[in-house]
């Protein structure tokens, strides 16, 4: 199995909507009063369980770099966003969250998302989560990897699920800074 | 405010025109002529003069942009609050320093500062506030937070319980669950040169790298690698650390990410502080802290927060103390184990200065160690009645740690009000002192005052540098340190017992020392209502450039500002909360002035120091007394960047004037020399990539990254 059938296949991807200017930054959120609602504390479960989402996904200190970090989702989505997202995920994929994958002139495939680039290079967050620059003059090729990364969860969750999960995933407010 | 630009190009016409067509004349001749050229860099040292506009509207904004701006960013103005009167203080200081304005317009810029910049005026600085709320490292919930109290703030003594590790073995083994740069990597930095891990490279810092692929031979062959150009338009006083490949920099209170081979970037982390910080020296973050592959950043907020160092994202933001009140941080956290140490700034806003500890995973506070003596610490009774909750002692630099006594070793800055001793009585300890506490607790260890009753502004956060070296005929574990004071000073490092202190710099304070290594003071030695000339000046001998020690030459080596004087003047202040708590008084009509000599009497030069005597071995001339500003007239050229020596002999230094150079660390012989068109006031380091030793500086609003040329590392 190559490595974009195995990550295509276990990826939980949101297809998530940021602007250019937030292309390459992070910032704590405001902060914004929020409460584990029941749904919340169930939806957390199904997002660390039966979802596997931290196969892909990072929240705070936990979980892969392979997908877009959802530490601070919730303040920037709607639930009917996060809905639309979770049940139709490959609607629309903004660049920085498509897998990434360069493969050197000795056939080394190395999967990611790519942070930078310049005409000379390119800037990768790895699959294990390494930061690496790579020549592009030293690579066979380099592309988005086309296959969608994330399933629709639309026949994976009940519809009781689904609604936790989004009651969860719009809970994660980021740092809040004291 | 400082400085008038308008008036300026006079000045500096003329001071050109007389320097060249008359080289002969006598400089001081001419020097009160060029005293408003020669400003602010003694109060401000280190700024580039950044040309913000953010000024609110009003009556005399033009004003005090133009005369603000000639020597530092409006930073410097905006973060401070002060009454009137103060405000009127600081201005009338700036003037006698050479600030040139109509009676008239001066009384406009006080009036206009004060209005806008007074005590409890509102937030003016840039950037939205983000608000408040409590530390969410689960992302599950937040309430606001109630402010915090100013009396709860410095409650009597909060030392952690007392250490029931102590004598007992503090293993250094990591956990198994830590990768990346884990603390048993961070305790061995030096066996791994080709990475930078800790502010000062590493826990003894030493500023010497092992690495030696540039020579004194192929120095000459230097080129420039990359540059990265902050966003930034503050000063740019911070030391990267390097990390399996990774550099890490701040600017301002933003994080970024470059690769150290070709500088292109991985990510930036933004953040704004809030914006009613109060700020003494503008917006400055000296550096990171790593562990495991979590960042920590010491905002100048006063907040702690831990990045992810994959992808910028922040993983918890924890208030270390209330801005408000005056608490700032700039120096970089240190990391020991699974805590992470920070100090806080302030000591012109009547603080009371401690050191902290946090835990490297929850943000969660472990110990704080108060550098100012409460009830029932050692050393209370050196203060009168609570004094010492406003008393000072900020911790604005990054100390050192030995492993083997688990002591963190820190100097602490001076007493506050800073210039007005009569407020409070005794020496006041911990201030300007090097201290030694137990990283597990917080608890001190042991202490040594180099200024009793400090009233010169002499801040002794300089870093100490920890050596085992054969001293007077035995090996000795001891720290070296170059105090802002102008002394040298070897200390046996497992007890605090005095050794060694000897002047690198001129000075008149200092009659000698007593057995205990305390120092007498010269007659009429203290500050006055009349004022008193002091060598050196409030800059100090040398200050927050960092100092090295090679193990290849025994050599201690500091950047030192010779020649310079202020004549201390302290006046009543009744503390405020939040406003500046100086106790500097004004100058008298018909004082004597605090120029003595010439301009050109004051200079910087790098000095090699034998630590068993103290012995000047050799010196290099880095800075002259004055030069062009770049913004108009002229400017004493006071500070440095630190200095890093190298397993091949070489000691690599860049100055205010903008020379970089390499010298012979045997000799000071000078190797090679770039201009790099701007001030470096910040550490150099080195680290090793791909079969290529690297050596990195930042100069002006850039970080500078020079190696050998590919195919020709010989």
Known sequence: ?178 | MLLPRKRLPTCSSQSLQMRYKYPSLNFAERSRKLLFCTLLSLVFVPIMYAQQSDLPDGQGKDVVQRMCTQCHSLSVVTGQRMSREHWAIQVEDMVSRGAKGSPAEIQLVVQYLSAFYGNGAAATTTGPDVGAGTKSRGFVSAKPLEPIPYSELVPANQHAEPDEKQGVFISHEDPADITGVTPARILHADKEPQNWLTFNGTYSSNHFTPLNQITPKNVKNLELKWIFQTHWLDPYEATPIVADGVLYTTQGDDVVALDAETGRMYWIYRYTPAADSRLCCGRITRGLAIHGNTLYLAAVDAHLIAIDARTGNPLWDTHVARTQSGYTMTGAPLVVRDHVIVGVAGGEYGIRGFLASYNAYSGKLEWKFYTTAGPGDPGASSWKGETYKIGGGSVWLTGSYDPETNLLIWGVGNAGPDYNGDQRPGDNLYTSSMVAIDADTGKLKWHYQANPHNEYDWDAVQTPLLVDMQWKGQIRKVLLWANRNGFFYVLDRTTGKFLLGTAFVKQNWNAGFDKDGRPIMTLNSRSSEQGTLIFPDNQGGTNWFGTSYSPRTNLFYVSARDGYSTLFIKGAQKYTEGERYDGRGRRKPGSVTNIVGTEMDKYLAIRAIDPNTGERKWQYILNSGLSLNPFGGWQTNAGASGILTTASDLLFVGGREGNLVALDARNGKELWRREMGAPMIMDPISYFINGKQYFAINAGLALYVFGLPDGNTK
Not at chain 1, 33 to 40: F, L, P
Not at chain 1, 129 to 158: E, N, Q
């Open chain 1, 1 to 178: 199995m190559t490595n974009a059938a195995l990550f295509s296949a276990r990826i939980f991807f949101l297809a998530l909507f940021l602007t250019p200017a937030a292309l390459f930054m992070h910032s704590p959120v405001a902060a914004k009063s929020t409460q584990a609602s029941d749904g919340a504390s169930r939806g957390q479960a199904i997002f660390e369980g039966k979802g596997n989402c931290l196969s892909c996904h990072r929240v705070a200190d936990q979980g892969s770099y392979m997908g877009p970090d959802l530490s601070a989702i919730g303040s920037g989505r709607t639930p009917e966003e996060l809905t639309k997202a979770l049940l139709s995920s490959n609607a629309e994929v903004a660049p920085q969250n498509r897998l990434y994958r360069a493969i050197t002139r000795s056939g080394k495939a190395i999967t990611g998302r790519i942070l930078n680039q310049d005409v000379y290079t390119i800037q990768m967050l790895t699959s294990d989560a390494h930061l690496l620059t790579l020549k592009k003059s030293g690579l066979r090729s380099f592309d988005f990897i086309d296959t969608p990364p994330m399933p629709s969860y639309r026949d994976k969750l009940t519809a009781a699920e689904q609604a936790d999960l989004i009651a969860y995933l719009a809970s994660l407010q980021g740092v809040i800074k004291q």
